[in-house]
């Protein structure tokens, strides 16, 4: 089955520790993306990637890193810089914007909750 | 920067009834508009999408609408359904960022 596998579900950690959100997707997507839901609101974007070995900020990338070394895998760094951790994190892929003229959807990923104490 | 709105944020309709989420941004050069369906504690399930092009797009009771140039889309479920009740979140791509509004929560009660 093709879909984007998002690990652990549930994690918790306490405050000072940085703490690692693996996401993995086998739809061959090019671009793959992450974002930060807090309750009663939409979806933030942290960071994004189009191609391996490049990624760019989105509108919270402070306190967050990013690796993208395989196209399958884009995992998501919570550092402990990051004043407000605990949030349901997403994962979303797609095929490159740029290949389709910017018109293309995006996938998600079933989302790690995140607490921190 | 773009920002998308959702009215109501929250609905609770008998089941049966005919029901209308609507969805507003303030960018109209969009380049296509995505439903997505959330429940509880998961991720998110893409409903439809419509192209920048495109003025409808239906999908079994499901229909939305788009009006790029006054910025407002419109999410229709017909008939509804308990299993309906779920958020439904609409989401605008500016090419290689989507922006999300907050969502309506919706409760269909038996």
């Known amino acids: 089955d093709g879909g984007i596998t998002q690990s652990p579900k549930y994690l918790f950690r306490k ?11 086998n739809l061959n997507h090019d671009a793959m993306y992450w974002y930060r839901q807090d309750p009663g609101q939409g979806l933030r974007l942290i960071y994004y990637s189009q191609i391996v070995n490049d990624f760019q900020k989105g509108d919270i990338a402070e306190g967050y890193s990013v690796s993208r070394e395989k196209k ?3 995992p998501l760094t919570v550092t402990s810089a990051q004043k407000n951790p605990t949030a349901f994190y997403l994962c979303a892929s797609s095929i490159d914007p740029v290949k389709t003229g910017g018109d293309y959807e995006q996938y998600f990923g079933p989302g790690t909750r995140l607490t921190v104490t | ?38 429940d509880p504690g998961k991720g998110l399930t893409s409903l439809l999408l419509i192209q920048s092009s495109q003025r409808e797009q239906t999908s079994g009771r499901l229909n939305a ?46």
Do not use: H, M
């Not at chain 1, 520790?17 to 997707?25: D, F, I």
């Not at chain 2, 050069?29 to 995505?34: H, M, V």
């Open chain 2, 1 to 38: 920067k773009q920002e998308v709105t959702q009215i109501p944020a929250a609905l609770s309709v008998p089941e049966g009834e005919n029901l209308v989420l609507n969805c507003s941004f303030t960018d109209s050069a969009i380049y296509n508009l995505q439903w997505f369906r959330q």
């Open chain 1, 72 to 74: 399958e895998s884009f």
């Open chain 2, 65 to 110: 609408s788009l009006d790029k140039s006054s910025g407002r889309s419109t999410l229709y479920i017909a008939a509804s359904q308990p299993g309906d009740s779920a958020t439904y979140l609409c989401a605008v791509n500016n090419f290689n960022k989507f922006y999300f509004g907050s969502g309506t929560k919706l409760n269909v009660k038996p």
């Open chain 1, 15 to 25: 405050e000072g520790q940085n703490v690692t959100l693996s996401c993995e997707q």
